[in-house]
């Protein structure tokens, strides 16, 4: 018997222990899956204080987690600390913790936290409940395992108890510690109890760097307005039913991330709603209208769920012909308006709705009274195009969302904001289903509504958010009162059908300016001017490569930054790269092949230090990568003065026309045609 592990910690300053500890074992408790990949989350029940000594009755300071945790509502959290109390006095009457556990604390130091890990993947692992001892006097939390026998009667399992353990050595010197008392006996299936050398190498290393990162969130937590178990359960089921949507997508986007980002997201709002009906009292399932819904497959999933509603977008997607006639989705320019309003519809939805985004709470404010909306912003737009930053004490992300969260609050809505599990870094939403005022008040409301806009437009940029700011006390700050409130005198005919004069849609025809359109010999040209740089540039770089007893060198050439790069290039050259997103950076990282761009430097790519494809690759990546193999000429067996660094059998590019593969892309266009 012994530690499973420990780790020091040096707490520089003094300012972070003990309290950052504690939250890291929150973290632990509550998010499991940022270190067990193998589960989706965790449900907290309940927690509250428990008395010590044996036969004690519960605590009343009990609560429970509220959304993330069970049922919600007074029943939910009557049933969880009666719950709790239940347990409590079962497995205390159980235990008596043995060394090298420390012995709980005090009387009166104890809280206990009832949850249940959730595991991810099809089918599922059952879920499996634990009650988690916090002792703040002796800094130690203990987890109990709890298994269900055929009673229905709760017991631990004792080989499976495990203790986190702070201690404080001297000075600046503490050490976080995981001790099981049975080791030997210890179970593990891999995911809800994973292997005590998980616990030492992986856990451990996550808890001693958590305890002493000082960096708060500007987030919120994530799921924390929906019920996490349901949302386990729900998504895989979704998962499950949709994921075939995979293998045929027809669109150039990465199938895996579209299809499962927006199961993810329908899953949300699918449980969403269900709460919104429990609450109302509601028996018919939501309407909905998603703006901008892009390929469709986020409407296509909520009305096979069950939910009228349609889809509109400026632009036609091939994979909406792949649907059927169940999903409804539109062709069609969405001009902010009075003709463009929805009274008959319950929910909007701006899932990357782009130059939409801010618009959606106000044609929800002003479709109806009981219009809700959910929002999730991903380019940044104001009402009236590009959004300008005002603030740089916050990073531009945050400052967008505060940004589309104040114009909710001047819309009359109690705005919530949450974090969607997606694959995505833009995965912050806002949800606005309740009002701020009465009915009676909609016409003050929608004169406020005009007041901000207007203000958005003929605000100075350089002083109105500085001087104003935007404070979450005053949702319907930050109007610029000298700015005027009265649209422009050639604008006033309009203004009461177009809401913004001059707001430009999305067009029809998508502009593709990633530099994937430029003249196929002038990014052949650039390609090879600036390989020659860096080839050329002093001093240089060589590797040496040991094949078969004889030292080869192959020449790895000098790495630049893109400034040095952009100085060597002929300004007819720049200036054409200019009108292109991203410029010559875009165009580097677009020929991979050949560089490397990191940190702002570029570098020539050396293919030997490239890892190996990973068995555990999706299947469509995989698949995708082995189609490629020799379909292009190497570049460096070309135009490289030392050849490729590879062998040709080992190079995924041909080495010579005798190696090309024709792409299996263009075979199935044909076979199509």
């Given at each position: 018997m012994g530690p499973v592990g420990t780790a020091a910690?040096?707490?520089?300053?003094?300012?972070?222990?003990?309290?950052?500890?504690?939250?890291?074992?929150?973290?632990?408790?509550?998010?499991?899956?940022?270190?067990?990949?193998?589960?989706?989350?965790?449900?907290?029940?309940?927690?509250?204080?428990?008395?010590?000594g044996a036969g004690g009755e519960i605590s009343p300071s009990i609560v429970t987690a509220g959304a993330s945790g069970g049922d919600g509502g007074q029943e939910g959290r009557t049933a969880g600390a009666a719950e709790l109390g239940r347990l409590w006095r079962e497995?205390?009457?159980?235990?008596?913790?043995?060394?090298?556990?420390?012995?709980?604390?005090?009387?009166?130091?104890?809280?206990?936290?009832?949850?249940?890990?959730?595991?991810?993947?099809?089918?599922?692992?059952?879920?499996?409940?634990?009650?988690?001892?916090?002792?703040?006097?002796?800094?130690?939390?203990t987890f109990l395992p709890l298994e269900e026998n055929s009673e229905g009667k709760y017991l631990v399992k004792k080989s499976?108890?495990?203790?986190?353990?702070?201690?404080?050595?001297?000075?600046e010197e503490w050490s976080v510690s995981v001790v099981a008392p049975f080791p030997e006996d210890?179970?593990?299936?891999?995911?809800?109890?994973?292997?005590?050398?998980?616990?030492?190498?992986?856990?451990?290393?996550?808890?001693?760097?958590?305890?002493?990162?000082?960096?708060?969130s500007e987030f919120?937590?994530?799921?924390?307005?929906?019920?996490?178990?349901?949302?386990?359960?729900?998504?895989?089921?979704?998962?499950?039913?949709?994921?075939?949507?995979?293998?045929?997508?027809?669109?150039?986007?990465?199938?895996?991330?579209?299809?499962y980002e927006d199961v993810a997201i329908a899953t949300y709002l699918l449980i969403l709603w269900e709460e919104e009906r429990k609450e109302k009292g509601l028996t018919k399932k939501q309407s909905f209208v998603d703006l901008g819904c892009g390929n469709g497959?986020?409407?296509?999933?909520?009305?096979?769920?069950?939910?009228?509603?349609?889809?509109?977008?400026?632009?036609?997607?091939?994979?909406?012909?792949?649907?059927?006639?169940?999903?409804?989705?539109?062709?069609?320019?969405?001009?902010?308006?009075?003709?463009?309003?929805?009274?008959?519809?319950?929910?909007?939805?701006?899932?990357?709705?782009?130059?939409?985004?801010?618009?959606?709470?106000?044609?929800?404010?002003?479709?109806?009274?009981?219009?809700?909306?959910?929002?999730?912003?991903?380019?940044?737009?104001?009402?009236?195009?590009?959004?300008?930053?005002?603030?740089?004490?916050k990073t531009q992300y945050r400052e967008y969302l505060d940004f589309v969260a104040q114009v909710g609050f001047v819309c009359g809505f109690h705005v919530e904001e949450d974090c969607l599990r997606i694959p995505s870094t833009k995965r912050v939403s806002f949800v606005g289903k309740s009002r701020t005022y009465p009915a009676a008040e909609r016409a003050l409301i929608d004169e406020q509504i005009t007041q901000f806009i207007n203000s958005r437009r003929t605000c100075a940029v350089a002083t109105c958010d500085r001087r104003l700011g935007f404070n979450h006390e005053h949702h319907s700050g930050g109007l610029c009162k000298e700015a005027g409130s009265e649209p422009p005198e050639d604008e006033t005919e309009t203004a009461g059908t177009i809401w913004m004069p001059g707001f430009q849609p999305r067009g029809k025809v998508e502009q593709v300016r990633n530099c994937a359109s430029l003249p196929r010999d002038f990014v052949d040209e650039v390609v090879l001017n600036v390989a020659n740089l860096l080839l050329n540039a002093a001093p240089q770089k060589s590797c040496s490569d040991k094949q078969g007893g004889n030292m080869n060198t192959w020449n790895q050439g000098e790495s630049l930054s893109l400034r040095e790069v952009a100085e060597h290039l002929d300004k007819e050259v720049l200036k054409?790269?200019?009108?292109?997103?991203?410029?010559?950076?875009?165009?580097?990282?677009?020929n991979h092949q050949v560089f490397e761009v990191l940190n702002g430097r570029v570098h020539i790519r050396d293919w030997r230090k490239e890892k190996p494809p990973s068995k555990t690759k999706p299947e469509v990546k995989r698949r995708l990568s082995a189609e490629a193999f020799k379909t292009r000429l190497c570049w460096f067996f070309i135009h490289h003065p030392d050849g490729c660094s590879l062998p040709s059998e080992a190079c995924p590019y041909a080495h010579g026309t005798e190696e090309l593969r024709q792409s299996q892309m263009i075979k199935k266009k044909k076979h199509i045609q």
């Amino acid at each position: 018997m012994g530690p499973v592990g420990t780790a020091a910690v040096r707490d520089p300053g003094g300012t972070a222990l003990p309290r950052g500890f504690w939250a890291a074992v929150r973290v632990w408790l509550e998010k499991p899956q940022v270190a067990n990949r193998r589960l989706s989350g965790a449900a907290v029940q309940a927690e509250g204080t428990v008395p010590l000594g044996a036969g004690g009755e519960i605590s009343p300071s009990i609560v429970t987690a509220g959304a993330s945790g069970g049922d919600g509502g007074q029943e939910g959290r009557t049933a969880g600390a009666a719950e709790l109390g239940r347990l409590w006095r079962e497995v205390r009457g159980q235990l008596t913790l043995p060394p090298p556990l420390v012995a709980w604390g005090r009387p009166g130091e104890l809280r206990a936290v009832l949850r249940t890990l959730l595991p991810r993947g099809r089918p599922a692992a059952p879920p499996a409940r634990e009650l988690a001892v916090h002792d703040v006097y002796n800094g130690t939390v203990t987890f109990l395992p709890l298994e269900e026998n055929s009673e229905g009667k709760y017991l631990v399992k004792k080989s499976n108890i495990y203790q986190i353990q702070l201690k404080h050595i001297k000075d600046e010197e503490w050490s976080v510690s995981v001790v099981a008392p049975f080791p030997e006996d210890w179970f593990s299936d891999g995911i809800v109890y994973p292997k005590l050398a998980w616990l030492e190498n992986e856990l451990l290393s996550k808890l001693a760097k958590w305890s002493v990162e000082q960096k708060p969130s500007e987030f919120k937590s994530t799921l924390s307005l929906i019920s996490v178990a349901k949302y386990s359960k729900v998504y895989q089921d979704l998962k499950e039913k949709y994921k075939e949507m995979v293998k045929v997508w027809p669109e150039v986007t990465d199938p895996e991330k579209f299809v499962y980002e927006d199961v993810a997201i329908a899953t949300y709002l699918l449980i969403l709603w269900e709460e919104e009906r429990k609450e109302k009292g509601l028996t018919k399932k939501q309407s909905f209208v998603d703006l901008g819904c892009g390929n469709g497959l986020l409407v296509h999933i909520l009305n096979n769920e069950g939910h009228p509603g349609r889809g509109i977008d400026v632009r036609r997607r091939k994979i909406w012909d792949m649907y059927g006639p169940g999903t409804h989705l539109e062709e069609a320019t969405i001009i902010p308006g009075d003709s463009h309003l929805f009274p008959d519809t319950d929910w909007l939805i701006g899932n990357h709705s782009d130059e939409l985004t801010p618009w959606i709470p106000v044609i929800a404010a002003r479709s109806s009274y009981s219009c809700c909306y959910f929002v999730l912003p991903c380019c940044f737009f104001d009402f009236h195009g590009k959004y300008s930053r005002r603030q740089c004490k916050k990073t531009q992300y945050r400052e967008y969302l505060d940004f589309v969260a104040q114009v909710g609050f001047v819309c009359g809505f109690h705005v919530e904001e949450d974090c969607l599990r997606i694959p995505s870094t833009k995965r912050v939403s806002f949800v606005g289903k309740s009002r701020t005022y009465p009915a009676a008040e909609r016409a003050l409301i929608d004169e406020q509504i005009t007041q901000f806009i207007n203000s958005r437009r003929t605000c100075a940029v350089a002083t109105c958010d500085r001087r104003l700011g935007f404070n979450h006390e005053h949702h319907s700050g930050g109007l610029c009162k000298e700015a005027g409130s009265e649209p422009p005198e050639d604008e006033t005919e309009t203004a009461g059908t177009i809401w913004m004069p001059g707001f430009q849609p999305r067009g029809k025809v998508e502009q593709v300016r990633n530099c994937a359109s430029l003249p196929r010999d002038f990014v052949d040209e650039v390609v090879l001017n600036v390989a020659n740089l860096l080839l050329n540039a002093a001093p240089q770089k060589s590797c040496s490569d040991k094949q078969g007893g004889n030292m080869n060198t192959w020449n790895q050439g000098e790495s630049l930054s893109l400034r040095e790069v952009a100085e060597h290039l002929d300004k007819e050259v720049l200036k054409k790269l200019k009108s292109e997103y991203g410029g010559l950076q875009t165009l580097l990282k677009n020929n991979h092949q050949v560089f490397e761009v990191l940190n702002g430097r570029v570098h020539i790519r050396d293919w030997r230090k490239e890892k190996p494809p990973s068995k555990t690759k999706p299947e469509v990546k995989r698949r995708l990568s082995a189609e490629a193999f020799k379909t292009r000429l190497c570049w460096f067996f070309i135009h490289h003065p030392d050849g490729c660094s590879l062998p040709s059998e080992a190079c995924p590019y041909a080495h010579g026309t005798e190696e090309l593969r024709q792409s299996q892309m263009i075979k199935k266009k044909k076979h199509i045609q």
